[in-house]
């Protein structure tokens, strides 16, 4: 069964520092990762997807993820950080082309001036 | 092109009640979804639709059904609401070739007391 793991259900960094949230998968087949960003209040919207084109996945707001099968990981990444970053972060995976997500718990980003 | 959109955005129910909480989409998109959303577990689902007239459920079904009339809307019905099912509901479509994004609704707020 797939599953996926967000370690840190909440991350705090200051403005312009590195941001990075972790995502492990459990998958029996190739996996599709995808990363989406809730904002208070909101839906959610797509930051960055993998679909085995490119190890290294350059989404929106200049996040980036990096996916490394040997270590079954899909971190994401943003090298400086802003304020308009804090939201919650979700990590899914989906086996194979079927489409249904799997989430995980979420990591809630704060951001400190 | 409004998008996936929701109604109500909030909702107070009292135990034993039912209601319909109403999604609809105009993308023309085959699939459709309705997840629910608590706080620290992220997304679970609980029903899909790959089509008009074709549903399946998802990993927390039950106490909720749906229907596929038609391909613009999936309604979510609760027949007897609990306390269990107080959260936030969002719908999510999308196009169904491939592994494509999910493009979510903004969500609608129960609260069953």
């Known amino acids: 069964a797939q599953s996926v793991t967000q370690l840190g259900s909440h991350v705090s960094v200051s403005e312009g520092a590195l941001v990075l949230l972790r995502c492990n998968y459990s998958?029996?087949?190739?996996?599709?990762l995808f990363w989406y960003v809730q904002y208070p209040n909101q839906g959610l919207q797509l930051l960055l997807k993998?679909?085995?084109?490119?190890?290294l996945v350059k989404g929106i707001n200049g996040f980036e993820a990096e996916f490394k099968k040997s270590e079954t990981s899909f971190h994401l990444t943003k090298p400086s950080a802003h304020m308009s970053d804090a939201a919650e972060y979700f990590c899914a995976v989906t086996p194979g082309s079927q489409g249904n997500l799997i989430f995980g718990k979420g990591t809630k980003l704060s951001v400190k001036p | 092109n409004a998008g996936v959109t929701q109604t109500p955005k909030f909702r107070i129910l009292k135990i034993g009640q039912s209601m319909t909480l109403q999604c609809t989409q105009d993308?023309?998109?085959?699939?459709m979804y309705w997840y629910r959303q608590d706080p620290g577990m992220g997304l679970k689902l609980i029903y899909y639709s790959v089509g008009a007239g074709i549903t399946d459920k998802g990993e927390v079904p039950n106490g909720y059904n749906v229907s596929r009339s038609t391909t613009e809307d999936f309604p979510l019905r609760l027949e007897l609401a609990a306390p269990s099912q107080t959260s936030v509901y969002f719908c999510?479509?999308?196009?169904?070739?491939?592994?494509?994004?999910?493009?979510f609704g903004p969500g609608t707020r129960l609260l069953v007391l």
């Open positions: 999510a479509s999308r196009p169904g070739q491939g592994i494509e994004t999910q493009y």
């Open positions: 993998y679909t085995s084109a490119a190890t």
């Open positions: 993308m023309n998109h085959n699939y």
């Open positions: 998958s029996s087949v190739p996996p599709y």
